[in-house]
């Protein structure tokens, strides 16, 4: 007797933000101890996981070169992962369309992981809780439980451990991309040669930045409130291995943003808008700074993994 094949299924989901950045100590594993505020922004990835005879991964969109199409690819360890989980050979094919920068601390990788884990788990009709998906998650890297949820929340632990913050009113966004990405370990590894280099071994311990007052921003919803609390611990790192980054934050302020950061380890900038149309005149006038390789204009937060009708075409 024939089965049927299930139809594929598609899962949008989006890109991120570090709204707030605070990096602890080194552990004992090679991760820091985190406390983040997450902020699921409008650039998405759209992940289909079909039934096939040819496993693998393929990917579409820019900067893909970068992109391994090979078992290394989180998306596919999410697969594997789950398949493993329930004792089944890993038949599908998993095919990524990039919306969100790859290698640009929009944790894009994480975010492909997420949507492998639920687009996996609807078509084999698996029936996971949310918990058991964010377990997982949690197992395949510090973003991609945050991936899942999405909106804003709160994020510690190595970031995997995220709670839900209260945030009134859609914030809007500037994106601008660096002309070539960033490695995470790399700006880890650096702002830990920077601390020890201010403090020396036995120094004093990095100050503290406290999420207070990003939590009441929010919670207010008055971006300009917002902007004054923006802060990331990784952005002097981030800085100090692209140089160049200076003048592209300093670039979006001039053009009317209310404040720029480093995206996570970035090298994307997030610039911060008083409203829709003014983050579209902040994003001409970048386009035209030449401080950057591309901008995009985005609101958050939105809502994190979703499973969707049918993909956008290629
Ligand atoms: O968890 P994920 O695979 O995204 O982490 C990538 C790398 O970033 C880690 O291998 C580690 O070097 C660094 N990292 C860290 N502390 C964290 C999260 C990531 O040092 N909390």
Known sequence: MLTAVPPPVTVRVPGKINLHLAVGALRSDGFHELVTVFHAVSLFDEVTVATSDAPGVEVHGEGIVEVPEDETNLAWRAVAMLAAHVGRPAEVRVTLRKGIPVAGGMAGGSADAAGALLGLSTLWKLDLTRDELSRMAAQLGSDVTFALHGGTALGTGRGERVVPVLSRHSQHWVIALHRQGLSTPAVYRELDRLRLAAAGPDGPSPPERPVEPVLEALAGGDPRQLALSLGNDLQAAAVSLAPDLRRT??????????????????????????????????????????????????????????????????
């Open 249 to 314: 934050l300093r670039a979006g302020v001039s053009a009317g943003a209310l404040a720029g950061i480093v995206s996570g380890s970035g090298p994307s900038c997030a610039f911060l808008c008083a409203n829709a149309d003014a983050a579209v005149e902040v994003a001409a006038e970048l386009a035209g700074a030449g401080v950057c390789r591309t901008v995009r204009v985005a609101r958050g937060p939105v809502p994190g993994a979703r499973v969707i009708d049918a993909p956008d075409p290629p």
